[in-house]
C-alpha cells in the first residue's frame, strides 16, 4: 500500500473508535494514579526493608531506606494526591444533586441514611 491509499483511509475512517473501553478515558488521571500506586508500592519495599536491615543490626542503612521511603510517601502526599482530589472535585461538580450527596457521603435533606440513631 502506498502512503495516498493509508492517508485516504485514515481521512475517511468516521464512527467509533475501535476500543470503547478506553474511549473517553481521563488519562492524566489514570496516569497520576499509576504513578502514585508505584511511587506506593516503593515507599513500603523500603519501609519493609528498613525493619530487616535494622533486625540484621544494619542501623544506617535501615535509617536511609525509612527516610527515603517517608519522604516517596510524602512526595506522594503533597504532589499527587492533590492533583487526583481536585479531578475528582471537577467531576463530582457535573453529577447531579442526588448523586453528588452521595459521592460526598452526605444526605440530602428530607432523607435518613439508614442508619440507626445511636450509631456514629
Do not use: C, K
Request: no cysteine.
Amino acid at each position: 500500500m502506498n502512503f495516498e491509499t493509508l492517508e485516504r483511509r485514515a481521512i475517511t475512517r468516521v464512527g467509533p473508535p475501535q476500543n470503547q473501553r478506553w474511549h473517553g478515558l481521563d488519562r492524566p488521571s489514570w496516569r497520576s494514579f499509576a504513578v502514585a500506586l508505584v511511587a506506593l508500592g516503593a515507599a513500603l519495599f523500603m519501609a519493609l526493608y528498613s525493619g530487616a536491615a535494622a533486625e540484621g543490626g544494619h542501623l544506617l542503612l535501615a535509617g536511609i531506606s525509612a527516610l527515603a521511603a517517608l519522604a516517596l510517601a510524602g512526595w506522594v502526599a503533597l504532589t499527587i494526591v492533590p492533583v487526583l482530589a481536585r479531578r475528582y472535585a471537577a467531576v463530582v461538580a457535573f453529577l447531579p444533586d442526588r448523586l453528588q450527596a452521595h459521592a460526598r457521603g452526605h444526605d440530602l435533606p428530607g432523607r435518613s441514611s439508614g442508619r440507626r440513631a445511636g450509631s456514629p
